[in-house]
């Protein structure tokens, strides 16, 4: 059984560039969530992918978007790029969506804005 | 609105010893959590979940309590060893089937 990839697993970029993060699901699992981590922070929900469509989001603005392919895999992209957007970037997988579904985490994009 | 938080940010043993890791959550509506360890540079690993129709739940070396009535939440790690150092999560799904709210974290160091 595969677990949970991120891609890359560091990325430095400038105030205002847009950068696009990626995640493969473990094996089986169709849906993906990713959450904000900032240093000394607990992880924050952004949104939710199950079977392409955004399932739930939390409080990020809209230049926060995402992605999520007919493989599962999915895609976090974030336009204008502010320095508190610098993070760990982590994506979690589950069988699916339910309330009693556990969220299995990849090891996370570390993300500087500069 | 919603929060999880933790009694302790920070909690020192000796190896061997028995370690509790508190939670204190207020959503009245969770049904469901989730402790979770993470490692420096690592992305958190899921160590053992309970849900609200439990209140004690058992597996290899750690044990989770759940008092509903006073929002509650504990992790119990026995004979604790240095690879159990890391910081320590709980977080608790309720109101909605999509999102996990973490709290703050315990940092657990072991003392060899």
């Known amino acids: 059984e595969t677990g949970v990839t991120q891609s890359p697993t560091h990325l430095i970029k400038t105030r205002g560039q847009q950068v696009t993060l990626r995640c493969s699901s473990q094996s089986g699992h169709n849906t993906v969530s990713w959450y904000q981590q900032a240093l000394g922070q607990g992880p924050q929900f952004i949104f939710q992918y199950y079977r392409e469509e955004e399932n739930g989001r939390g409080n990020f603005p809209p230049r926060f978007s995402g992605l999520q392919f007919p493989n599962y895999s999915s895609e976090l992209n974030v336009n204008a790029l502010e320095l508190d957007d610098s993070a760990l970037y982590l994506c979690?997988?589950?069988?699916?969506?339910?309330?009693?579904?556990?969220?299995?985490f990849g090891p996370g994009t570390r993300l500087l804005v500069l | 609105g919603e929060s999880v938080g933790l009694h302790l940010p920070t909690l020192s043993v000796q190896e061997g010893d028995n370690s509790i890791i508190n939670c204190a959550y207020s959503n009245s509506a969770s049904d469901y959590f989730i402790w979770y360890k993470q490692e420096s540079g690592k992305g958190p690993q899921f160590i053992i979940d309970i849900r609200s129709n439990m209140d004690k739940r058992q597996g290899q070396r750690v044990t989770v309590l759940l008092n509903k009535t006073v929002k509650h939440l504990s992790l119990q790690i026995a004979a604790t060893q240095p690879g159990d150092s890391a910081v320590y999560f709980c977080a608790e799904k309720g109101g909605s089937n999509y999102k996990l709210t973490f709290g703050k974290g315990t940092l657990l160091t072991v003392n060899p």
């Open positions: 979690a997988s589950s069988l699916v969506p339910s309330r009693g579904e556990t969220q299995y």
